[in-house]
Structure formats: C-alpha cells, structure tokens
C-alpha cells in the first residue's frame, strides 16, 4: 500500500505537471519549473509521512496533493511568462477554492494530522508567495515582502526557539490571511487600476506585519515551550474568560 501510494503521488503531478508545461509552450524554463517542483512534492510528502510517523495519505491529505499539483502548473505558468491571465487566475482560483474542503474532510473522516496541517500551510504560503512574484512584476519588488514574511518567521524560529510554540486560535490571523489571497488574486487578474491594485496590496501587507508583529510579541511574552502544548490552552481560557484583574504574571500578557 505505501509503494502504490507512492507511485500514485509521483504519476499524478508528472503527468498534470506535464499538461502544464505543454499549455505553457513548453518552454524549456516551464519544464524546468515542472521537474523541480514534482520532484520536491513527492520527496518532501515523503519525508513528511515518514517524520511524523504516517504510512500514507489520508482522503485529506489528497486534496491537498490536488492543490499542490495545481499550484504547480501556475507556477510553470509564471516561470515562463507571456500567457494569457486567464489561465493563471483559473488554477489559482481552484487551488484556493479548494483550501478549506481537505480541512472539512479530515475532521468528518477523523484523519487530521500534523502533517495534514503542516502540508495545508506550506502550500498556501508557495501559493502567496507565487503571486507575489506575479504580482511584482507591475507593482515592484517589494510586494515580495508578502510571500516571504512567513519564510522569514521560520528562519527567525531556528535561532530563537520560542517563535515555535504553538499560537492560540484568533480569528483575525485567519481574516489577515485569506485577505492576502483575496488582494493577490485581484492583483493578478489585474481587474483594477494600477493605483488602486497597489494600495490593496499596500494594506494587505500592513495587515499582515501587525498580524506577524501581534503574534511575535505575543509569543515573546509567554515563552511557552513547544513541547507544552497544553500551556496553550490554559492561556487561551484565560484570555476568553471575564476577570477583573491579571489573572497570569504580566509578563505572559498577550498584546
């Protein structure tokens, strides 16, 4: 069962990635593209399972295999350049159409997982980071800020620790985030004027630093380990029930 499930991760992209390159002209700098991006989905899914102790897939984790193969294609479509928005503005608007269903079905199959939620995230942000590259191209080089402010998190986490710890629900992270995809997809589709298309991506980033930055504070006041899960909720209670005083040292306050 996991090499058929291995062979059926490494036929799906080959051959949908493949269709890609073709509708991109099959450019060389399209197949490129392709190759590099199916190799790395199927080898790093592969690590992911094996890291986290999974043997194969799960109805969920398909989904998003979908969305990845998807994101894909349009990345084979931005690499080579010079095609109709059409196309692009279609794969993308599936693959985010599709974010949320794989969520749905693992929690009515009981299959979530870390790594069904950690392969969710990445392909997201490769997703953000995508348009933001399409993006730049008419708006500038710092519409890149974007896509690699999470990358930049990431790498700020191998060197303090803390930034790993698990963060409490909050409704406007996820708001800030499907504001990103929603400005971007705009800016791609290039529907707006040019002024009027900067200055949605303009807030969308101001959106996101104060997100980030809410986050980072918050995170650097608690310091929970990443290993204490548990600390998490505790703290979050705390946050949603009515008190008249601080409840926790001041230090762990949220901003």
């Known amino acids: 069962m996991i090499k058929q499930g291995l062979l059926v991760r490494a036929a799906v992209p080959a051959c949908v990635l493949t269709g890609g390159a073709v509708a991109g002209g099959v450019s060389p700098i399209a197949w490129a593209t392709g190759l590099v991006f199916g190799l790395a989905l199927v080898l790093l899914t592969g690590w992911g399972l094996q890291r986290t102790g999974r043997g194969e897939f799960g109805p969920a984790d398909w989904i998003t295999f979908a969305r990845a193969t998807l994101v894909g294609c349009a990345a084979e479509l931005i690499a080579d350049g010079g095609h109709p928005h059409a196309w692009l503005v279609g794969l993308i608007a599936v693959a985010l159409l599709l974010d949320g269903v794989d969520g749905q079905v693992a929690r009515r199959t009981g299959t979530s997982s870390e790594f069904g939620a950690r392969f969710d995230m990445e392909v997201d942000a490769f997703l ?23 990358y930049a998190f990431v790498a700020a986490s ?8 698990p963060l409490y629900p909050s409704m406007a992270r996820k708001t800030v985030a499907a504001v990103q995809g929603v400005v971007l997809v705009v800016a791609v589709a290039g529907i707006l004027p040019v002024l009027w298309t900067v200055a949605a991506v303009v807030l969308a980033l101001a959106s996101l630093v104060w997100s980030f930055g809410r986050d980072v504070v918050w995170l650097a006041r608690t310091r929970v380990p990443a290993a204490r899960p548990s600390a998490i909720v505790a703290i979050t209670r705390r946050r949603a029930a009515p008190h008249h005083g601080p409840t926790w040292p001041a230090h762990n306050q949220a901003a």
């Open 158 to 165: 191998w060197a303090m620790p803390w930034l790993t710890a």
């Open 128 to 150: 953000i980071l995508l348009m933001c590259v399409q993006v730049a191209e008419t708006a500038g080089l710092w519409v890149l800020a974007i896509g690699l402010m999470r």
